[in-house]
T-cell receptor, first 115, second 114 residues
Framework: AQSVTQLGSHVSVSEGALVLLRCNYS??????LFWYVQYPNQGLQLLLK??????LVKGINGFEAEFKKSETSFHLTKPSAHMSDAAEYFC?????????????FGRGTSLIVHP | KAGVTQTPRYLIKTRGQQVTLSCSPI?????VSWYQQTPGQGLQFLFE???????NKGNFPGRFSGRQFSNSRSEMNVSTLELGDSALYLC?????????????FGEGSRLTVL
């Protein structure tokens, strides 16, 4: 069984400020972890993913996330927010084995960027 | 490589009608999943099809059904529409051989039920 908790349905930052979106997961088997972004009136697109190996993962648009097994966390960060980062962000977990590719998604966090 | 294509993008129906949505996955992707997205419930898994067989199913009533064709294209159908079925319906495909479970989403079909 898997679950994902995203802390905060809305996060507001000023342009140029640090972005931190929190994600905690639970999984009975080693997980694959993902962050997806959804811009208005569009589908989701992959920002970054953790499968195996290096626990600090870099993605597109300057985002990165660190897999911390001891804390069961996969928080998303970006050093400096841009107006174009305003979107909905989803954390997801899927099992690394077992044949099922169906991820469990968090409820999403809406990132608001102020000028 | 073409992405996931969903049609139609927007549609309006009235209560009691039925609707069929279509999804063409990325070439070579054999697994297609469907999700319902609403402001109140977030992203909810409907079902997954692989090689023309439903492999996983979410917790939705029988009014929601789907199928997959031999070319991996998929359709979902909702019968006897209710106001609560108004949502963005997203289709996603995944490379099941040699992949890591990354989903590739279409832009969605936005259904409004009046």
């Amino acid at each position: 069984a898997q679950s994902v908790t995203q802390l905060g349905s809305h996060v507001s930052v000023s342009e140029g400020a640090l972005v931190l979106l929190r994600c905690n997961y639970s999984s009975s088997v080693p997980p694959y972890l993902f962050w997806y972004v959804q811009y208005p009136n569009q589908g989701l697109q992959l920002l970054l993913k953790y499968t195996t190996g290096a626990t600090l993962v870099k993605g597109i648009n300057g985002f990165e996330a660190e897999f911390k097994k001891s804390e069961t966390s996969f928080h998303l960060t970006k050093p400096s927010a841009h107006m174009s980062d305003a979107a909905e962000y989803f954390c997801a977990v899927s099992p690394a084995s077992g044949g099922s590719y169906i991820p469990t998604f968090g409820r999403g966090t809406s990132l608001i960027v102020h000028p | 490589k073409a992405g996931v294509t969903q049609t139609p993008r927007y549609l309006i129906k009235t209560r009691g009608q039925q609707v069929t949505l279509s999804c063409s996955p990325i070439s070579g992707h054999r697994s297609v999943s469907w999700y319902q997205q609403t402001p109140g419930q977030g992203l909810q898994f409907l079902f997954e099809y692989f090689s023309e067989t439903q492999r996983n199913k979410g917790n939705f009533p029988g009014r929601f059904s789907g199928r997959q064709f031999s070319n991996s294209r998929s359709e979902m159908n909702v019968s006897t529409l209710e106001l609560g079925d108004s949502a963005l319906y997203l289709c996603a495909s995944v490379l099941t051989s040699g992949g890591t479970g990354e989903l590739f989403f279409g832009e969605g079909s936005r259904l409004t039920v009046l």
